[in-house]
């Protein structure tokens, strides 16, 4: 059973309607009880990070989920802002992440090679992934994935890093650390490819 | 790299789909829900969707329709039509959609855009300015930007106008030209050159396109941009046959591969 964390941030019908597509068991948690049945989780997020952070806690979900991440290892993915809140924090706000990947959020507007182009990154782009990287498997030449967003995550430990997106410099756009997973882009808007990633991850 | 966007504009009039011509005449193209259905499966990298109606008839965006269209769209989906306030905005991604448009509450107020950038994130917010060549002896080939379906017309010049909804808050800015909608006789490209020029925010163009040699023709000119379209991926052939369509990947890669190589030559 994979649980979608429903924190009042980010597009939860979406990923329910490519959950139903794959056959995949799916369903929305919005209280702490709701997400102890999860073999899985996926914690979406759009918007910014110091308000999706805010919600996160006030949601009451916190404590259960550092509890199933950190100690039971339930596996994660975090999507957009989601991904970002893996991070010990962003440039975007004040507040702390999670802290689960080590790492910074960052802006391209900040960065010398990126910032003179069109912001937000918007639109279709293509990923360099890491050879053999499980949340890859059957995945086609060129997967290419929808990205809306302005700021990026920037590992500490490339060796998180599980696949890269060139927006002016190459950017980690998917970090994988163990059981926690990110990815900036938008797998339930990326058609095949997209379905791919999530079945992958319901199959880890 | 970044690729261009090819974008389906699917306009919704008496809970209809149907296409205009230079914002006149709708005509009944069918069930917008089964539109999106049929994008889905031609994998289009976005979907506009406007209801023309919503401003005009001064009512509050139709939820149940964004809610079933939302629902349906595997792929990235913008709304716009009658939407006035921040709230109204953050209601609408909640259901699931990811941009959300304004045009005339933008002309009125951009201060909205500010607002929604708050609410929802900047990326988000899209402004779209409905744009129509001036008429009579001091025109000169100027343009003013138009609202309530190209019904009033306001003192606004299109390229100062459009930098001035990005420094408000919009995320993108979608340049509509009436004259050319529906039209099927190319973009207009000095515009959209020009637009592009001014602008930090990612751009789509809208109006004229007839076949995908006007979108390349777009992109060669403009680079990695939104081209958007709505007669081109509805009807088919000189009489205007409804057929839903879009190129398939391959056409599309080949198609802003050369784009792009002649926008680097200029």
């Given at each position: 059973?994979?649980?979608?964390v429903?924190y009042?941030?980010g597009n939860?019908q979406a990923?329910m309607?490519?959950?139903?597509?794959?056959?995949?068991?799916?369903?929305?948690?919005?209280a702490?009880?709701?997400?102890?049945?999860?073999?899985?989780?996926?914690?979406?997020?759009v918007?910014?990070f110091d308000?999706?952070?805010?919600l996160?806690?006030?949601?009451?979900m916190?404590?259960q989920?550092d509890?199933?991440?950190?100690?039971?290892?339930?596996?994660v993915?975090?999507?957009?802002?989601?991904?970002?809140?893996?991070?010990?924090?962003?440039?975007?706000?004040?507040?702390?992440?999670?802290g689960?990947?080590?790492?910074?959020v960052?802006?391209?507007?900040?960065?010398?090679?990126s910032?003179?182009?069109?912001?937000?990154?918007?639109?279709?782009?293509?990923?360099?992934v890491k050879?053999?990287h499980?949340?890859?498997t059957?995945f086609?030449?060129?997967?290419?994935?929808?990205?809306?967003?302005?700021?990026?995550?920037?590992?500490d430990?490339?060796?998180d890093?599980?696949?890269?997106a060139?927006?002016?410099?190459?950017f980690?756009?998917?970090?994988?650390?163990?059981h926690?997973h990110?990815?900036?882009?938008?797998?339930?808007?990326?058609?095949?490819?997209?379905a791919?990633?999530?079945?992958?991850?319901a199959?880890? | 790299?970044l690729?261009?966007?090819?974008?389906?504009?699917?306009?919704?009039?008496?809970?209809g789909?149907?296409?205009?011509?230079?914002f006149?005449?709708?005509?009944?193209?069918?069930?917008?829900?089964?539109?999106?259905?049929?994008?889905?499966e031609?994998?289009?990298?976005?979907?506009?969707?406007?209801?023309?109606?919503?401003?005009?008839?001064?009512v509050?965006?139709?939820?149940a329709?964004?809610?079933?269209?939302?629902?349906e769209?595997?792929?990235?989906?913008?709304?716009?039509g009658?939407?006035?306030?921040?709230?109204q905005?953050?209601?609408?991604?909640?259901?699931?959609?990811?941009?959300?448009?304004?045009?005339?509450?933008?002309?009125?107020?951009?201060?909205?855009?500010?607002?929604?950038?708050?609410?929802?994130?900047r990326?988000?917010?899209?402004?779209v300015?409905?744009?129509?060549?001036?008429?009579g002896?001091?025109?000169?080939?100027?343009?003013e930007?138009?609202t309530?379906?190209?019904?009033?017309?306001?003192?606004?010049?299109?390229v100062?106008?459009?930098?001035?909804?990005?420094?408000?808050?919009?995320?993108?800015?979608?340049?509509n030209?009436?004259?050319?909608?529906?039209?099927?006789?190319?973009y207009?490209i000095?515009?959209a050159?020009q637009?592009?020029?001014?602008?930090?925010v990612?751009?789509?163009?809208?109006?004229?396109a007839?076949?995908?040699?006007?979108?390349?023709?777009?992109?060669?000119a403009?680079?990695?941009?939104?081209?958007?379209?709505?007669?081109?991926?509805?009807?088919?052939?000189?009489?205007?046959?409804?057929?839903?369509?879009?190129?398939t990947p391959?056409?599309?890669d080949?198609?802003?591969?050369?784009?792009?190589?002649s926008?680097?030559?200029?």
């Open positions: 059973m994979i649980c979608i429903d009042g941030v939860i990923f309607t490519m959950f139903k597509r794959l056959g995949v068991d799916a369903r929305r948690a919005r702490a009880d709701e997400l102890s049945v999860a073999t899985r989780l996926i914690l979406p997020g918007g910014a308000q999706a952070m805010t996160l806690d006030r949601s009451g916190r404590p989920l509890e199933m991440v950190l100690q039971q290892q339930v596996p993915l975090g999507i957009c802002v989601g991904m970002q809140m893996l991070a010990n924090g962003s440039d975007e706000g004040e507040l702390p992440g999670l689960w990947v080590p790492g910074r960052r802006g391209f507007a900040t960065h010398p090679q910032r003179d182009l069109p912001m937000p990154h918007m639109g279709w782009n293509d990923l360099v050879p053999g499980k949340l890859f059957n086609e030449p060129e997967p290419r994935f929808y990205f809306l967003h302005s700021f990026y995550f920037d590992a430990d490339k060796n890093v599980a696949a890269t060139e927006y002016g410099h190459h980690d756009c998917i970090v994988s650390k163990g926690i990110g990815v900036q882009c938008h797998p339930e808007k990326s058609h095949h490819f997209g791919q990633l999530l079945k992958n991850f199959e880890l | 790299m690729r261009p966007r090819i974008i389906p504009c699917l306009l919704i009039h008496k809970g789909l149907v296409k205009t011509q230079q006149k005449a709708p005509k009944y193209v069918g069930d917008p829900i089964n539109a999106v259905k049929i994008f889905n031609k994998e289009s990298d976005e979907l506009m969707v406007v209801d023309i109606d919503a401003t005009v008839n001064k509050e965006p139709n939820y329709l964004i809610a079933k269209l939302a629902a769209c595997r792929m990235p989906l913008c709304y716009g009658g939407v006035t306030t921040a709230e905005a953050s209601r609408i991604i909640d259901l699931g959609v990811e941009k959300v448009s304004v045009s005339a509450a933008a002309v009125a107020d951009p201060g909205l855009l500010g607002r929604m950038a708050t609410a929802i994130g990326q988000s917010v899209v402004a300015v409905d744009v129509r060549r001036k008429t002896l001091f025109a000169k080939g100027s343009y930007v138009c309530h379906n190209a019904k009033t017309a306001h003192k606004l010049e299109p100062a106008f459009a930098r001035q909804l990005q420094e408000a808050g919009a995320g993108e800015i979608v340049l030209s009436i004259d050319r909608d529906g039209e099927m006789k190319g207009d000095a515009l050159t637009v592009r020029a001014e602008l930090k990612p751009l789509t163009v809208l109006g004229g007839g076949s995908l040699n006007d979108v390349g023709e777009l992109l060669g403009c680079g990695v941009i939104g081209a958007a379209a709505g007669s081109l991926f509805v009807f088919k052939g000189q009489y205007r046959a409804v057929l839903i369509n879009y190129p391959q056409q599309k080949d198609l802003c591969r050369a784009a792009l190589r926008f680097q030559k200029t």
